[in-house]
């Protein structure tokens, strides 16, 4: 799905890798799909590679680079490592190298050297490791691209938007079709789905100065700002409310809901209600259902999960004959417990869990 983004962006040599894709294109591509794309998490500008085999090298790697080329020494600047089987024994070191290498760089071209900002920098230089390959990057895209800032209230476990954007087309929901969250919480699928509906550029919600590549050498500030125009002026207008509905059995998740579309401005386009998921009808004939319910994480929340997945079961099958469901989850007891045989697992990653995306289709009567 990311590398449909990057096509529809303008980006050519893609390449699908574990995590990501790679692609070729101008700056004007770069923009577009930091713009544009509901899955990215980041866009980054690879500036060197090499093989390397110590920390030192690494140093060689960062102090090549030309810094003052792609950035003013006034800037601050962080370094990321990620590793995947590396064989340094500390990432900190690493780290520490790569700062050391450019500011060093800096020092050779200007005489000064960039200060160091962990909490809000201007610049984000990734180092990501290999068993034997290193590779620099510099982040153009700020803070993660799943911000997109339309959520003012927020819950305990909250679904990454890109996750949300992602899951919705993985299911093969499309705008028109009619859509449930009947376990709503802050309203993610929601926001996501009014999104596509209206074909709004997720990047459109944050600030135009935020993203990484205003603070690089060479932004085309005009191009940006016409690339954000057209994109506003692109978006379709719905004069009515649309066929998706949220629920939720808990009052505060209903009124957190409630205020993250008021803030998006779409609260007048989606039918909020507070319902209980095992009482609650369908809203239409057909449609789909995608819910992402808790995973029994702490403490006694297993057991009760237990006893509520039958009563889901009977539910769907009582209440949503003729719809698509699906469900996010790392409980891998789900579909057993649920008592119907999914049609698709899907392996994804919420964060740090590994869950499955499980979809069911639900019948009248009895599956023979």
Known sequence: MLAEDILAAGGSEIKQVPGGAEFVGSMETCYRVNLESRIATRVLWRVASTDYRNEEDIYRLALGVNWSALFEVNRSIRVYVTATRSPLRSLEFATLRVKDAVCDRFRQEDGQRPNVNTQNPDVRIHLFLTAEQATLYVDTSGEPLWQRGMKLAKVVAPLKENLAAGILRLVGWRPGMPLLDPMCGSGT???????????????????????????????????????????????????????????????????????????????????????????????????????????????????????????????????????????????????????????????????PLECRLYGFDIVAGQHR
């Open 189 to 351: 699928f929601l926001l996501e789905a009014v999104g596509m509906t209206l074909d709004d550029a997720p990047g459109l919600t944050r600030d135009e100065g935020e993203f990484g590549f205003t603070r690089l050498h060479g932004h085309d500030a005009t191009l940006w700002r016409s690339l954000r125009r057209t994109a506003a002026e692109r978006r379709a207008l719905a004069d009515a409310s649309l066929p998706i509905f949220g629920s939720d059995i808990s009052d505060d998740a209903m009124a957190r809901a409630q205020q993250n579309l008021a803030y998006a401005g779409i609260d007048d386009l989606v039918t909020l209600e507070r319902a209980d998921m095992l009482l609650r009808t369908a809203p239409a004939g057909a449609g789909v259902l995608v819910a992402n319910p808790p995973y029994g994480e702490r403490i006694g929340e297993a057991d009760e999960l237990a006893a509520f997945y039958p009563k889901l079961g009977d539910a769907l099958k009582r209440n949503f004959a003729g719809w698509d469901c699906w469900f996010l989850s790392a409980d891998t007891r789900l579909p057993k417990l649920v008592g119907l045989k999914p049609k698709r697992k899907i392996p994804l990653f919420n964060g």
